[in-house]
């Protein structure tokens, strides 16, 4: 799963890489992953303690892409029309205008989204499937490209309302971030303060670019070997005690639409098993129940282990 | 190995319990109840715990029961050590390992102490169906072995694995069971349960000793004629002879013994050879009378036929028998003494009878024999397999009141008649009659055949045979006990001629198990020196032996290597050349995981051999266009081959 850092066929990958790793420091499998996530037109959870860089992760992301970037603070009194928008009379037509709300943008971040109650969550999560706002009778299509970032926070859990496994699923991916090593950490403590990096950048990309980049990964070759290493390791999972229940065919194209994006960004056009393997805790992680409990990370890495490379 | 002390799985614990219920089950009707209850109560509880997750009980505790166990192990075999009691204290130690066994190490210990047990059913029991228990147990335990290996693997994928394993090891088994030379005797001396009880003749008869077999359908004996069988009526096999009589039961004399035949024999002789099933004595069966002895046994003076050693095991012997004999010399004068002889005081009206025959009939022992036999026959005797109590003379019961009696009972008081008429007379029991199995020619000699009969001494024509039950009950003889017996009496059941589809089953079955016993238990240094010589072997000594099992196990080597061979042609040859390469590898110490991807092991391979990382990349960016990318051309695969051939790290 050590895959080298080769360049990308794609410059403009590369610079959004190298840019992105000045500013966020010692993360580069985490800010890579976000991206392969992106690219495969997913959505993504960050489950970490605040603090770790989520926020400017998005913030980053958004900026470099050169997409508009909206955040929404996830509340329990959060309703729905917060996220969505709402019509608002107006009197010089003498008609309801509709105001659109802050999911009218191309990169979201939902913090804390398991603090809101279901019923603003799953008007976000609604949005993120369809791709497209229904309110009042008239349905809006969603900004292309579309890419919600939710964070949530793993401790403190008392007055929250966890994500079901239905809403969990309809993320692409889940991943952690985790505290900086020290030297970085180091770094990051002389250095400038990022949000003022951040909005020092260029955009190096647009959404028209970036929409160029999905359409490409869809077409990252899958060889009939690989598609069938997919098969069996989500048949293991099916079949494993140590898991509750499998993962879904939607898991499946999960891991085959992740895996092509990450190796988009590897720079190839055919897909490794090496790919499977670094998309795979991401997107089985949040998806999978232990049946007994224990470390979902061990857990993954024993599913890896125990499927051969067809 | 790294994994031993590795923990197990839920899955695993449950395949050792499973592996230890298949190893502890076939034992369960030798081991004594009690402990039986506890090993399966241990079981259970270590299957329940599992199930509900709980933790198991503190080690104090089982070793408590352990002690608890082996207690009352010795005091039921009032020893710990022997045959019986390892066995129990296995059975009990393997239930309670379950309790302690949280690593791998402790998981192997399980399986083969498992292995061991299903060796030890063969203490108590060598037939069909614990052989084949036998087997699947190995396959249960093979499939555990499987299990512990492949944490995730299926059970139904670990069960194949391991029948397909034991099915390939099936041939070799066979070269081995036909070609290992085989040592005359058990290679190592079991310890005997003594007087462990066994149906069959005794040394002693007493009224009712012969009727009590009646109802037995054990196998005492079967024989295989080498030309077509005499007449049913001719089949009496000569047991133990009994002489001496203390006027209630009679006794076999402890007769002097010798290799050499006291008697001649005249015309053609009947081959035949018997398989005799253990029953803890001396004595052989043959028909009257034995010409050509077996090998290592010997004949008495009463004529009857002796091993040196109680037989504790199947014997299969060969015998000639002679249906005309006459004497060499004349009978010893003690031999004869001694078949005289009648203690005073009992049966005194028997004896009046005998006396008064002998006058009657001026001492002509054919006369007064043939007066006896048809007072038999004409007054109202009946033949019975349950005759009234008799009393403390119960010679003169039988003859002057009661009048219902079996075998042993005409036999008996004709005996004393003749004694007290001035002829030597004595009992002879074995085996009358037998039946032929249709499906292996076999004829089968049951206990329910059991017979007592009458010899007397005629000066010049030696011992002569009499049956009062023949004259009594011609069908006895002439064909079998259900056909002499009156109807309403109980008779065993595999005589019941009505039971016609019973009686077929049971011929098959039992042809089975004699094939079984002759060919599997019954394969001994004689058995294989015919085989093989019949195979073709000039002299099976055990170099040649020894030869043709390598070259026969070579062989099946060959067979199996070529039918991998096969399949390994059947994979693509982009990955058998891979293969290959990692093979290459893996002899620098680089041991190609399943799960680990090519890009991934080419790295690690470059990084260990630094000095070939250019020819490993190029391989693995190869392999990477023929395995994964979309267009394949011949010139790579070529040339991934060539770069493969020649690659040497």
Known sequence: ?310 | MARASASLNQQQVFWLCAAATGGFAPLTPWLPWWLSALSTLALLSRAFLLWRKTPLPPAWFVNLIAVIGSIGVGFHYRTLLGKDAGVALLALFLALKLFETKTHRDAYAVVFLGYFLVLSQFFYSQSIPVAVISILTVVLLTATLVALNRAQAKPAASLRLAGVMVAQAIPFMLIFFVLFPRIAGPLWGLPQDSGRAISGLSDSMVPGSISKLALSDAIAFRVRFNSAPPAQDALYWRGPVLTDFDGRTWTIARPGVSTALPYQTLGRGIEYDVTLEPHQQYWLFALELPGKLPADAVIGSDYGMYAKKPLRERFRYQVTSYAQTKPVKEESSEVLRVALELPSGMNPRARALGEELGSKHKRDAIQIAADMLGRFRNEPFTYTLSPPPLGRHDVDDFLFATRRGFCEHFASSFVVVMRAAGIPARVVTGYQGGEINPIDGYLVVRQADAHAWAEIWLSGKGWVRLDPTAAIAPGRVEKNLAAALPAGEPIPMLLNADNALLRAVRFRLDAVVNGWNQWVLGYDANRQRDLLKALGMASPDWQSMGAALMVLCGLLMLALMAWTLRQWQRTDPVIRAWREFQRKLTRRGLVAQAWEGPRDYGLRAASACPAKAGEIAEIETLFETLRYRPVQSADALRKFRYLIRVFAP
């Not at chain 1, 892409?65 to 009197?91: K, M, Y």
């Not at chain 1, 809403?167 to 991943?175: A, G, H, V, W």
């Not at chain 1, 003022?196 to 070759?221: C, G």
Request: contains cysteine; aromatic residues 4%.
């Open chain 1, 1 to 310: 799963m050590l895959t080298p850092k080769t360049r990308s066929g794609s410059p403009s990958i590369d610079d959004v890489l190298q840019t992105a790793n000045h500013i966020i420091l010692g993360k580069e499998r985490e800010i890579r992953m976000a991206l392969a996530c992106l690219l495969a037109r997913g959505h993504l959870l960050i489950e970490d303690v605040p603090g770790v860089g989520k926020t400017t992760l998005a913030h980053l992301l958004a900026k470099l892409l050169g997409l508009d970037f909206q955040r929404i603070q996830f509340t329990s009194d959060l309703l729905p029309a917060d996220i969505l928008g709402v019509s608002v009379f107006d009197r010089d037509s003498g008609n309801f205008r509709f105001h659109p709300g802050p999911v009218f943008s191309s990169v979201i971040l939902a913090d804390e989204v398991n603090r809101a109650t279901p019923k603003a969550q799953s008007a976000l999560l609604e949005a993120m499937e369809e791709r497209q706002v229904t309110a009042e009778g008239k349905t809006r299509p969603l900004p292309e490209p579309f890419f919600v970032i939710a964070t949530q926070n793993p401790a403190h859990q008392i007055g929250t309302f966890p994500l079901p496994e239905s809403q969990l699923d309809r993320f692409l991916m889940r991943i952690a971030i985790g505290y900086p090593d020290r030297a970085a950490e180091r770094e990051l403590l002389s250095g400038a303060d990022r949000r003022e990096m951040i909005s020092a950048l260029q955009p190096l990309l647009s959404a028209q670019a970036v929409l160029e980049l999905q359409q490409k990964a869809m077409h990252v070759h899958a060889a009939p070997a690989l598609i069938d290493y997919v098969q069996a390791l989500v048949e293991h999972t099916r079949h494993a005690p140590e898991f509750d229940a499998g993962l879904s065919p939607r898991a499946a194209l999960g891991m085959m639409a992740s895996a092509r994006a990450w190796a988009m960004i590897e720079g190839r056009d055919h897909l490794l098993p090496e790919d499977i393997q670094a998309i795979l805790p991401s997107v089985a992680g949040h998806r999978l129940k232990l049946a007994v409990g224990g470390d979902m990370t061990i857990a993954l890495r024993q599913l890896v282990e125990s499927v051969a490379i067809p």
